[in-house]
T-cell receptor, first 115, second 112 residues
Framework: GAGVSQTPSNKVTEKGKYVELRCDPI?????LYWYRQSLGQGPEFLIYFQGTGAADDSGLPNDRFFAVRPEGSVSTLKIQRTERGDSAVYLC?????????????FGPGTRLTVL | DAKTTQPPSMDCAEGRAANLPCNHSTISGNEYVYWYRQIHSQGPQYIIH???NNETNEMASLIITEDRKSSTLILPHATLRDTAVYYCIVRVYGGSQGNLIFGKGTKLSVKP
């Protein structure tokens, strides 16, 4: 079956612009996660959805970052007034349940470059 | 911060066993040990997890010491495709946080 998909695979934007990154989780997965990965580092947690609601957004770095999941499936990560420091690979993952017993399935990521 | 310590890099000859160590000396009784790996330009991939007993699946074996303060991931016959960054993660079962906390992992290079 289809895995987690993310679009676009690459996004180049200019400082100050607005960007949207999309994640399509595995069908039926209720939990969805966004992570950010800078070069040479492990993924860093941003936000976690259980269904439509953000259960934990403690990893969002500031109020320029926002994410939605209006129908409990597809999620969009939105970044306003992008800065060069936002350049990273943004990873999305989904899992069946919130419990730590359930493995997370990751997408290939969106590479964001802010010029 | 990550609760685990791993060597930054390791080499392994193709066809030999790769043994990747992980220290988690502050692990709590209700925390599991998880291993993920990330092949270049891909998202992380789940490998295996365990609580206190040794575990084996089609990908790897996980050996957890009796005091649970360290563990070893074993790839019994490493191939070139096993070249990746391997992450050891400890996580509470059924805890309030669903996210994984990644460290820098171990970069495993399998050489012909």
């Amino acid at each position: 079956g289809a895995g987690v998909s993310q679009t676009p695979s690459n996004k180049v934007t200019e400082k100050g612009k607005y960007v949207e990154l999309r994640c399509d989780p595995i069908s039926g997965h209720t939990a969805l996660y966004w992570y950010r990965q800078s070069l040479g580092q492990g993924p860093e947690f941003l936000i976690y959805f259980q269904g439509t609601g953000a259960a934990d957004d403690s990893g969002l770095p500031n109020d320029r970052f926002f994410a939605v999941r209006p129908e409990g499936s597809v999620s969009t990560l939105k970044i306003q007034r992008t800065e060069r420091g936002d350049s990273a690979v943004y990873l999305c993952a989904s899992s069946l349940l919130r419990s730590s017993y359930n493995e997370q399935f990751f997408g290939p990521g969106t590479r964001l470059t802010v010029l | 911060d990550a609760k685990t310590t791993q060597p930054p890099s390791m080499d392994c000859a193709e066809g030999r066993a790769a043994n990747l160590p992980c220290n988690h000396s502050t692990i709590s009784g209700n925390e599991y040990v998880y291993w993920y790996r990330q092949i270049h330009s891909q998202g992380p991939q789940y490998i295996i997890h365990g609580l206190k007993n040794n575990e084996t699946n089609e990908m790897a074996s996980l050996i957890i010491t009796e005091d649970r303060k360290s563990s070893t991931l074993i790839l019994p016959h490493a191939t070139l495709r096993d070249t990746a960054v391997y992450y050891c993660i400890v996580r509470v079962y059924g805890g309030s946080q669903g996210n994984l906390i990644f460290g820098k992992g171990t970069k495993l290079s399998v050489k012909p």
